[in-house]
């Protein structure tokens, strides 16, 4: 067997290589969802605004000249800072499917971290709770929805081989359309919803940068002392709203308030996976006739943001929301399912709230650790 070797990837061409990887090992699984190449060559890439107080080391692993498997290895000063940590991040992990290939990588992005005076690394982050997060190890005979990561059956057994350990399980939950709450909870919901302090307002394309920077504010109050959160700097904000706005739907976008106060938020997008799938990493011109082919395949959405400040949770304000969220959805002849993603396992509160309305766990996706 040739020998095994890894190194960093620094040069176009191992950005282009490292980028590849996920087609030479996932290429040929019907669930897998090709990413844009370019979504992900701008997200390493040092210009994008994530990496304005963090670093990362791309890894390429190779046997004879032949790319097996990558990694990258992140250290998040905003992470640090807010959480008090001195957590490193490994994350774009993909493999083939020999454990010792895997403990290499591994071996290399904790020896980066180590380095940098980090404790212990955690991951799958691609780069941050901000944005794909977890590896699935509950699932598999679906593909993602948008913005959640899929991966083969077998990677969790290549981590657990490298020396990693489960540090929290997320959860994904499905409400299929047609969908009805129990009757209980419906009438307490109806009744909630009569009290004129409650009001509802949905973003438009007009007002989507101001109602973002509103909407992660309110995200960061809700979430800021949950496990792994990190705030988005404003730059990040920004363009995450511009990203959303060619696929956002304006009536699936709101935000609740309390007597005038701003107290809750909500958005879902479209699950455009399908159609990704079709395009397999590339946009182009092609690109544009798929869309305009295929975009009836698009038939289900994904709650991305879903929050509510602490002052307003007793108040009623999470059973309205997400009642209002699925009266949007799931009576909507558009759209066969809406996924609620991701929850942690711990986070009893939002995942009785989901149950209690019907909602079935469906997916859990793994964080994995490993001490320095």
Not at 135 to 155: A, S
Not at 196 to 217: F, Q, S, Y
Request: glycine share 6%; hydrophobic share 40%.
């Amino acid at each position: 067997m040739a020998d095994l070797s890894v190194r960093p990837a620094r040069t176009g061409a191992d950005m282009d290589a490292f980028i590849k990887t996920a087609w030479a090992v996932q290429g040929d699984d019907p669930n897998w969802v090709p990413p844009l190449r370019k979504e992900v060559r701008d997200l390493l890439s040092p210009g994008h605004p994530f990496w304005a107080r963090a670093e990362r080391e791309l890894f390429l692993a190779e046997r004879g000249g032949r790319v097996v498997g990558r990694i990258a290895a992140i250290k998040d000063m905003a992470f640090i800072e807010h959480q008090h940590e001195q957590a490193g991040a490994w994350g774009f992990f993909e493999c083939e499917h020999d454990p010792r290939t895997a403990r290499a990588l591994f071996d290399a992005a904790a020896d980066w971290c180590r380095a940098r005076g980090l404790a212990h690394m955690r991951g799958p982050l691609n780069p941050s709770t901000n944005y794909e997060i977890g590896m699935l190890v509950e699932g598999f005979d679906t593909p993602p929805t948008i913005m959640m990561t899929y991966n083969p059956i077998w990677y969790p057994e290549l981590v657990e081989a490298s020396g990693l350990v489960k540090e929290k399980d997320l959860y994904a939950f499905l409400f299929l359309h047609g969908h009805q709450p129990p009757e209980q909870v419906a009438k307490a919901v109806q009744r909630l919803r009569r009290n004129p302090a409650i009001t509802v307002r949905h973003t438009t394309k007009a007002t989507l940068n101001e109602d973002v920077r509103l909407m992660c504010r309110l995200f960061e109050e809700s979430w800021k002392d949950n496990w792994g959160f990190t705030p988005m700097n404003p730059a990040e904000i920004d363009l995450m709203a511009k990203s959303l706005k060619p696929i956002l739907v304006e009536k699936l976008a709101f935000i609740l308030s309390y007597a005038g106060e701003p107290a809750a938020i909500a958005l879902l997008l479209p699950d455009v996976n399908p159609l990704l799938k079709r395009l397999d990493g590339s946009i182009g011109l092609s690109g544009i006739f798929k869309y305009l082919l295929y975009r009836h395949e698009i038939r289900g959405t994904r709650v991305v943001l879903f929050g509510i400040t602490p002052e307003y949770r007793k108040r009623g304000l999470p059973f309205v929301l997400l009642d209002y969220l699925l009266e949007n959805v799931t009576r909507d002849p558009k759209y066969d399912y809406a996924e609620a993603s991701w929850t942690l396992e711990d986070n009893d509160a939002i995942n009785s709230l989901i149950e209690g309305f019907g909602g079935r766990r469906y997916k859990r996706y793994r964080i994995y650790r490993r001490e320095l």
